[in-house]
């Protein structure tokens, strides 16, 4: 190379003028020079690469499904499904593959039995030449499984190198998706979504109405009250579908009528919905309850279009926080809730419907501020694991894959105090006003007497529920070490409320303040069951949230009757009035005999079983508040003599609100009869026959259970209906809650 070099370049000279021949002369020897160097360079280098031991080019593993961003679909081949993905290998090197595997395994059932996935020809090892690719090979077989739907991830390990080549690969995840129908095809599918959503066609219609400005705003009303009924329908169809002895142990961590999505991808925010025996009495509750509302708002007469728009989103609300199961769209259902409610006490409440709406709005604003605080904490520190199409993530809202992270076994501080007992606390704090709990509660009161009577029913019959209901959902199932921790003090708490209530309620004059304070004390029965943390008592206040929602449904309602024909709550300006509306007495005394805990009523059920799960746990304060169901038989019975009994008062002959009936009072009507009686016949019914409820959420309550509480020699026997596999895996010593929290294993 160096001669070659040295030729050209006399070359050059030759042809050179005369003037540069001596410059040119003391170029060559450079360039010579120079020559040589480069020469014995290159060779040196050549051998650098050729060395022996250097590493090799390495693959690059790429996993490539047909619709990107989303599961691979396993359709039906005959009784079973099946799909398939493909590894890509996109570097210079051969790609060995160690492993293809479903993400699940005996002690954490992540998947329904029978998902198997294997390379195709046979076999979960192979070597992918560059450039090259092999498909993945998923089925399910579906004989024997309980399960309706499948969502999962397919594990596929490597020895690829990352993108950057300085690093091994991460396990890299497909998700896997299935459904096997229940019947009513898309509508069955996605049943939950419906149910949550359809309430805002009633939102775009009144939009649609007031932009044409259509003026019968009582067409309105007949709407609403279709579109509840609906969904009254669809949720009676759910109740028929739900399997309740479906478990963990039966994959998708025990929720069904799953919905499953990458929602917003930059925060990893997924749309996450399903329900399982914790969640299903309250989806029905509510679809109850608002219809009753529905009919009941026939008493509002004013500015109809933005009263229906907001009761629609309302219910849009209060659907989605029992099946949400990601914390991001928790929270967003939670705080839908907050606006259209502060409208409707503030603009068609009572006098003094400004302050309770603002007091209202406050508090709830509080609490949820808290639980925020509480979400970002365990959002970013919830460690390795996949969105549900597989994309890696360090951080996650998803509430099953939150709740096996080992959080006590972190360590991790705040300000020096323990993080899981601080976080736990602020969550507690967020569900505690919503409850509402001593001393959170002063905006309840306010809140229901300045509300309409349709508002009070939703009020008392499903948004107070979502606080036992948060504590029961993330409290417990996402900081278990910490439950056991703070369980005597939600105790104590219960029964302050329950004592506190009962109290308040025997001073009040207002029959809708004396129903507010019954409901402050009837959830204390929530929280002392909840600190029990026995089976008996997580049932027990699943029963006393349904049964309760009820019973003050009716309650609020036959407040409202009477109210819209005196306009006044007073009790003490009534007497007699089982003389002009017999029907009515017979109601009011029903609604208060189930209130009290009459056996035979539904009411009955939810206090004795609380007794039943707290006394192992905690006699004293049983006691206690076993004398709350005294005090609550007192206020019931002293109202129901002053309202009812004794002489009529001749003075509301004379009074302007009776002057069209005559200087009597009207019985019940049709409609608000109507609006009552499915309350009434369910508590009739579940007085005597509390097995339709009490399956619905036995394998939920036990689920709960397991993961704050061993079994030991303060509890009782199971719930019935136990296998006994189930109660082995859940007597196991080291094999309990955390064991199982804690082992990510290969599967992470």
């Not at 209060?318 to 259209?340: K, T, Y």
Request: aromatic share 10%; with cysteine; proline share 5%.
């Amino acid at each position: 190379m160096s001669n070659l070099s040295f030729v050209n370049t006399r070359r050059g000279v030759a042809l050179a003028s005369p003037a540069r021949s001596t410059s040119m002369k003391l170029l060559i020897p450079l360039l010579a020079a120079l020559s040589v160097l480069l020469g014995a360079a290159l060779p040196a280098a050549a051998q650098t690469v050729e060395a022996p031991g250097a590493p090799a080019p390495r693959g690059r593993i790429a996993l490539r499904a047909e619709a990107p961003g989303a599961p691979v679909e396993l359709a039906a081949s005959g009784p079973d499904h099946a799909g398939s993905f493909t590894i890509e290998n996109r570097g210079d090197g051969p790609l060995k593959v160690t492993r293809v595997i479903v993400r699940t395994s005996p002690e954490d059932p992540r998947v329904p039995p029978g998902v198997s996935a294997e390379l195709e020809g046979g076999g979960t090892a192979a070597s992918i030449p560059p450039g090259a690719s092999r498909r993945v090979v998923v089925r399910w077989r579906t004989e024997g499984v309980r399960a309706r739907e499948l969502y999962g991830h397919v594990i596929v390990e490597s020895d690829a190198v990352s993108a950057d080549a300085a690093a091994p690969g991460r396990t890299l995840a497909m998700g896997i998706h299935a459904e096997r129908g229940r019947g009513l095809g898309f509508i069955g599918d996605h049943i939950l979504s419906i149910l949550t959503f359809l309430p805002l066609l009633g939102v775009v219609a009144v939009f649609v109405a007031h932009l044409l400005r259509y003026q019968d705003d009582r067409k309105l009303r007949l709407m609403t009250v279709v579109l509840m009924g609906v969904n009254l329908v669809l949720a009676a169809w759910l109740y028929a579908q739900f399997d309740r002895s479906f478990t963990r142990a039966d994959g998708n961590d025990g929720y069904q009528f799953i919905e499953h999505g990458v929602w917003i991808r930059s925060l990893n925010v997924e749309y996450f919905v399903g329900v399982d025996g914790v969640s299903i009495s309250m989806v029905l509750l509510t679809a109850l309850i608002s219809f009753v509302g529905a009919l009941a708002s026939y008493s509002v007469h004013d500015q109809l279009k933005g009263y229906f728009a907001m009761y629609n989103l309302l219910v849009t609300g209060m659907f989605g926080v029992f099946i949400a199961l990601d914390l991001f769209l928790f929270f967003v259902f939670w705080e839908v809730m907050l606006l259209p409610m502060y409208f409707l006490i503030g603009i068609w409440g009572g006098p003094r419907r400004e302050y309770a709406a603002i007091k209202f709005f406050l508090y709830t604003l509080a609490g949820s501020v808290f639980m925020l605080l509480a979400f970002i904490w365990l959002y970013l520190n919830a460690g390795h694991t996949y969105l549900v199409d597989g994309q890696a993530t360090e951080r996650i809202f998803s509430i099953p894959e939150l709740s096996r992270v080992a959080w006590a076994a972190q360590g991790l501080e705040i300000l020096g105090v323990a993080a899981v007992k601080v976080v736990w606390i602020w969550l507690f704090v967020g569900f505690a006003i919503k409850i509402p709990m001593f001393p959170f509660h002063t905006w309840l009161p306010d809140a229901h007497v300045e509300a309409p009577t349709a508002i009070s029913v939703i009020l008392a019959g499903v948004l107070l529920k979502m606080g036992a209901y948060g504590i029961l959902r993330i409290n417990f199932t996402l900081l278990p070490e910490a439950t056991q921790w703070a369980a005597p003090a939600m105790a104590v708490f219960g029964v302050i409320n329950i004592l506190y209530g009962a109290f308040c309620a025997m001073a009040q004059s207002d029959l809708k303040k004396l129903v507010a304070y019954s409901s402050v004390s009837h959830m204390g029965f929530t929280l002392l069951a909840l600190g029990a943390m026995t089976p008996q008592g997580i049932q027990a206040c699943l029963v006393q949230m349904f049964n309760h929602g009820l019973i003050t449904g009716m309650l609020f309602t036959l407040v409202g009757v009477v109210y819209d024909r005196v306009h006044t709550r007073d009790i003490d300006k009534f007497g007699g009035l089982a003389s002009e509306m017999p029907l009515y007495t017979a109601l009011v005394g029903f609604a208060f005999m189930a209130s009290l805990g009459l056996p035979g009523l539904s009411g009955f059920w939810g206090e004795a079983m609380t007794f039943i799960g707290a006394f192992p746990r905690y006699r004293a304060l049983t006691i206690l508040a076993a004398i709350g169901v005294i005090l609550t038989a007192a206020y019931h019975l002293w109202a129901l003599q002053r309202m009812f009994l004794g002489t009529f008062r001749a003075s509301w002959r004379q009074s302007k609100y009776l002057e069209p009936f005559g200087g009597k009072f009207p019985e019940i009507n049709r409609r608000e009869l109507a609006s009552i009686a499915p309350l009434a016949a369910l508590v009739l019914l579940l007085g005597f026959w509390p097995r339709p409820l009490l399956s619905l959420i036995d394998r939920g309550a036990l689920e709960v259970h397991r993961l704050v509480d061993r079994p030991g020699p303060s509890q009782i026997a199971g719930a019935p209906g136990v296998d006994s596999g189930a109660s082995a895996r859940a007597a196991a010593p080291e094999e309990g809650a955390a064991a199982g929290r804690g082992a990510l294993a290969s599967a992470r």
